[in-house]
């Protein structure tokens, strides 16, 4: 793996070592480079573009002298500084010893840079952490990563951020971080597990997580090298697992970062294939992955072949793209649109024989979530769901799986007995002509978690609408029956299956304590 033409790291934190990451923190937040400080400072139109790659509405909000504006002109501009003003804010001597800043400016070397980018990233909770990543990889996206070496290391993407979101966050005593990167989803397990492993192929973002976990404040991980689960020893098993694989499907193996270097989505397959096996009972897996879209396969039936057995599993596809978008969407991430047409056509070329000879004509992004169980029957959905979603969806997640169980458990006689309650922040609309008597459609609609919209029947609205936990579900069907003038047991007969799917996707839940 080819990391000669990458600035040497920081020291990493270890035992015995004076913690300079420790004071480098204090000087930050000291001088408010913190998430909140930075929007303060810079503007929100600035502070976007930064998540852009884009520098230039920063450099003209910081043409002053304050502490936080030579932070942001040192770390996340990685522009050369003053050696005298950095010194009024950081304890720029021992930084110039460990590594994180250098000497520059010819031969007086009056000046000092960073060796690496430090971006301010705020914890759910609150916290002040910092994501440590190689120089102008902080975030990659349509305009390109800052370097085309193969072990660069980036920082927090739409994807790291998505990862981090739909994590199930219950305590645990042990969490895997597998490809962790810059350590940003380390940084996140850090909170709410007792032991943390991270792993990845190379050992570059080894060394970048333990210097995010250390100038984040949080606890040390145990960092191993290897692909895959290659690191994990066969009588290990997690609580939860999480990974933002490198999951392009790609022509080569090229970036480290992204491209796995197996053949169209065997990685992510590999990954799924071999979580169940990892987990304890209960415990999540939650991954980040591309699927191919292959002629005369259903996209469906080839992700549900990948699970494991022993584990429900919950599939969602957010986007799809043709195989010409995601062939530009990622050689303009790696900046080749920026260089020789000819060598850009020739990649590009390479990326769509690649597709062609595999027969795919399209590719699924989305989110796998594996739960170990000891269900008979595992259930398996893998669904379509590109609409706009709220995060953070850690708590779905978990309630998903928890309506599973409750489902399993109660077969229709018992769904009747049962007593249910709308949830919060559902709304009903009805779609009709102007002046009809009854509408053509009633949609019930989620304005939180998944943001699902259902269409409903009458009774189905009707029941769903009297649900506040006080009568059980039969009882609500024999009124409704009553009403509309239907045979009460032939409504008990058929209703049993939409309630089923109304707790299923989160509009209704059990009423506890009844």
């Known amino acids: ?25 204090d000087a930050l937040l000291g001088a408010s480079f913190t998430a909140d400080g930075l929007l303060e400072l810079l503007g929100a139109p600035a502070y976007a ?64 840079a960073a ?24 975030v990659g996206g349509a305009g390109g990563i800052g370097s085309r070496e193969e072990g660069v290391v980036l920082g927090v993407g739409g994807a790291s951020t998505t990862l981090a979101g739909i994590t199930v966050r219950t305590p645990v005593s042990a969490a895997l971080d597998l490809g962790t990167g810059s350590g940003i989803q380390a940084l996140h397990a850090a909170q709410h597990a007792t032991r943390v492993t991270a792993t990845d192929l190379n050992p570059r973002a080894l060394h970048i997580t333990a210097l995010t976990l250390a100038l984040s404040g949080a606890p040390a991980a145990e960092l191993r090298e290897g692909s895959l689960f290659e690191p994990v020893r066969e009588d290990e098993t997690y609580d939860l697992i999480v990974s933002n694989p490198p999951f392009v499907i790609s022509p080569g193996a090229r970036l480290t970062y992204r491209d796995g270097g197996m053949g169209g989505d065997d990685l992510c397959r590999t990954l799924v294939q071999q979580a169940g096996e990892r987990l304890n009972e209960g415990g999540f897996a939650q991954f980040l992955a591309n699927w191919q879209h292959v002629e005369g396969e259903d996209w469906q039936d080839r992700i549900r072949s990948w699970v494991p057995r022993g584990c429900d599993a919950w599939i969602v596809q957010r986007e799809v793209q043709d195989v010409t978008q995601y062939a530009e969407l990622w050689l303009r991430d790696a900046g080749d649109h920026r260089g020789d047409p000819a060598e850009y056509q020739a990649r590009y070329d390479a990326w769509l024989d690649e597709f062609e000879a595999r027969k795919v004509k399209a590719v699924g992004f989305g989110w796998i979530t594996l739960r170990r169980t000891t269900a008979a029957v595992p259930s398996i959905i893998a669904e379509e769901w590109p609409h706009p979603v709220e995060q953070p969806l850690g708590d779905t997640v978990r309630a998903h799986f928890d309506r599973l169980d409750y489902l399993r458990a109660h077969d229709d006689a018992a769904l009747l007995e049962a007593h249910f309650k709308l949830v919060s922040e559902v709304v009903q609309e009805q779609v009709g002509l102007p002046g009809a008597e009854d509408p053509e459609h009633v949609v019930l609609r989620q304005h939180r978690g998944m943001r699902r919209a259902t269409e409903v029947d009458t009774v189905g609205a009707g029941f769903a609408g009297v649900c506040d936990g006080s009568l059980s579900a039969g009882r609500i069907l024999d009124a409704i029956a009553q009403l509309v003038g239907e045979d009460p047991v032939l409504l008990r007969d058929r209703t049993p299956a939409q309630i089923r799917l109304l707790v299923e996707q989160g509009f209704l839940e059990p009423a506890q304590g009844v």
Request: negative net charge; hydrophobic residues 40%; contains cysteine.
């Open 115 to 138: 060796t690496v980018d430090v971006r301010p990233y705020g914890g759910p909770g609150g916290e002040d952490w910092f994501i440590v990543s190689d120089l102008g990889c902080a």
């Open 1 to 25: 793996m080819s990391t000669s033409g990458l600035p040497a790291l920081p020291a990493a934190p270890a035992p015995g070592r004076t913690d300079v990451a420790a004071r480098l923190r």
């Open 49 to 112: 573009a930064l998540a852009r790659s884009e520098t230039v509405p920063a450099l003209r909000a910081t043409r002053g002298d304050t502490p936080l504006e030579v932070l942001v002109r040192l770390f996340l501009l990685q522009q050369p500084v003053p050696h005298a003003r950095v010194a009024d804010v950081l304890p720029v001597e021992e930084c110039l010893e460990d590594g994180w800043l250098v000497r520059v400016g010819g031969a007086s070397k009056d000046d000092v």
